[in-house]
């Protein structure tokens, strides 16, 4: 708590020598340096968690005064770099050998230097050495980052006892996704194999390309991966003389943003400009080039079900079922009336339906549906936390690159193609047919051992007692017909998926071998059976 105090001493410090009240109380500072710069400087001084959040800033210059929105920019790859020497040191003792061994050429000038690490440019030995980044960790950032984190928890435990709504706010479990998000940045080691799993996820795609990392130069404070060649997101001007096509590079952008989400369920979650480049050899269908993978994002396979359906709920304009989904998914109480919900979604959801991106603020909109959802008190899930920072990125560089994007037009057919592939029957027997020879082995024994329990008498797992013994054995009796339509139903589901897996894909029709489409159709005669 001392330690807590010190740095809450400090920040109040910063920023009475920068003159920053003003930016809240409207009163001029006597400072003569311009407010935007002032701001960056002092988050600059308080260190890596400012930083990034004056990095999340950036992007947003709808929400920002442009010369703020301007300046702050500078966060994203213009941080005072730390000394050349001190890299150069960091480097060979990570890596074990003198600098000239390791680089056929090593640059001493940083390419770009970031609240975390610096990156300088370099060539591998060997004819036809590729060009390569050579990426640093700052030295001491771990101490630095533990004292900011420790003020985190600090008011975060402070809100868990004073705030009338924490309990469904959760400071706590809120602070600690960003604490994992902020340690998983100083393993360079994982960023590496992030930045392996998105390339395996996108190579030969024509929207977007990964660099290749070697290994053999990589460590958790030292990465060494292919340098890409390519134009900042911010070159607007240069892009238009050129002749680029906007509308292909935003819709390009909203593509892989759901695709990585939805599709790989792993998304890089850090979409700020000093992080991607743009590929214009082809003006007319541009690309992306990823830069940073420090921190990516996954989700349970119940959340991306529950968002997939209401994101398609959404485009849709059904409210209903939105609210219904809340209510399923436990993000508000069950005891809601969906109704109620449902009509409190429309007034926030329905005024920006067919407008372009350029008429609707994601930041406006998303404050608006928490001052709805904390009426029906919403419970916030804090694994999402880091799709909704993502999400109004991949919104703030959408507006800067083409105003008139179509959010919705763009990421509605990707969401529906998702949910028919997910639910399509090839996808189902392919389930079944990797849980095919548990199920085989585990369904006879639960079901002998259910029945010899019975007959001798004794109480099942449930707690069936002797006296209710009569009773059950009636009803198993009666209901001796649906069981044999669920076991037959059961076997028909287990052939079809066997049959899909052996059977060449040449003879599929519609996704499937004929032999599945009859086992298919006797399980739904069978099940029909046992209503």
């Known amino acids: ?85 001190t890299a150069k040191a960091l480097i060979e003792e990570a890596l074990g050998k003198p600098l000239a061994e390791l680089f056929a050429r090593f640059d001493d000038a940083p390419l770009a230097s970031a609240s975390i690490a610096q990156v ?28 900011d984190i420790a003020l985190l928890h600090t008011l975060a435990a402070l809100a868990e006892r004073f705030h009338p709504e924490a309990h469904r706010i959760q400071p706590k479990a809120i602070v600690a996704e ?40 990589t460590r958790p404070n030292v990465m060494v991966q292919e340098r890409l060649y390519g134009h900042s997101v911010r070159e607007l001007e240069h892009f238009r003389s050129q002749g680029v096509d906007f509308a292909v590079l935003a819709e390009r952008g909203v593509e892989i943003f759901f ?36 921190v990516v994002g996954q989700l349970t396979a119940q959340d991306q079900r529950y968002l997939a359906e209401n994101f398609l709920a959404f485009f849709n304009r059904d409210y209903k079922r939105i609210a219904e989904l ?74 800067q690159l083409y105003p008139d994007l179509d959010l919705w037009k763009s990421a509605k057919p990707i969401m529906e193609d998702w949910m028919r592939k997910r639910y399509a029957p090839a996808t189902a027997l392919s389930k079944l047919r990797s849980q095919a020879p548990a199920l085989a082995e585990t369904l006879p024994l639960l079901a002998e051992n259910a029945l010899k329990r019975l007959e001798r008498g004794e ?12 009773q059950l054995k009636t009803e198993l009796l009666a209901s001796q017909r649906k069981t044999r339509g669920v076991v037959l139903a059961t076997g028909s ?20 071998p004929p032999a599945s489409w009859l086992c298919l159709l006797l399980a739904m005669i069978s099940a029909w059976r046992t209503r």
């Open 259 to 294: 695709k990585q989400v939805f599709r790989d369920n792993f998304f890089h979650a850090d979409m700020h400009p000093g992080n991607i480049f743009v590929n214009i050899d082809n003006p007319k269908k541009p690309s992306y080039l990823a830069l940073d993978f420090g």
């Open 120 to 147: 300088h440019t370099a060539k591998l030995h060997g004819e036809g050495g590729m060009d390569v980044i050579v990426k640093v960790l700052r030295p001491g950032i771990e101490a630095t980052m533990a004292k």
């Open 326 to 399: 809340h209510v399923e998914s436990g993000w508000i109480p069950a005891s809601t009336r969906v109704e109620d919900f449902e009509s409190a979604i429309r007034t926030v959801c329905e005024p920006i339906f067919g407008k372009p991106i350029k008429e609707i603020s994601f930041g406006f909109f998303l404050l608006r549906l928490f001052q709805i959802a904390r009426r029906f008190k919403y419970q916030v899930q804090p694994q999402l936390v880091l799709l909704q920072k993502t999400l109004l990125q991949v919104e703030g560089l959408g507006r």
């Open 459 to 470: 109480p099942l797992g449930g707690g069936v007692s002797p006296r209710e013994l009569a």
């Open 493 to 512: 589901l287990i052939a079809a998926a066997l049959l899909y897996g052996y059977a060449p894909s040449s003879s599929h029709w519609l996704g499937l």
């Open 178 to 217: 960003y604490e994992k998000a902020l340690w998983d940045e100083l393993d360079l080691m994982r960023e590496a194999a992030n930045c392996g799993q998105l390339r395996r996820n996108w190579l030969g795609s024509e929207l977007i390309y990964h660099p290749l990392v070697f290994w053999d130069f």
């Open 1 to 85: 708590m001392i330690g807590s105090a010190a740095r809450l001493w400090r920040i109040h410090s910063v920023i009475r020598r920068h003159g920053l009240s003003e930016l809240w109380n409207g009163r001029p500072s006597s400072d003569p340096r311009p407010r935007g710069e002032r701001l960056r400087l002092a988050l600059e001084e308080l260190g890596t968690v400012f930083i990034k959040f004056g990095q999340a800033l950036s992007t947003r210059p709808d929400v920002l005064p442009p010369d703020i929105a301007l300046e702050l920019a500078k966060l994203q790859d213009q941080i005072p770099p730390f000394a050349t020497d």
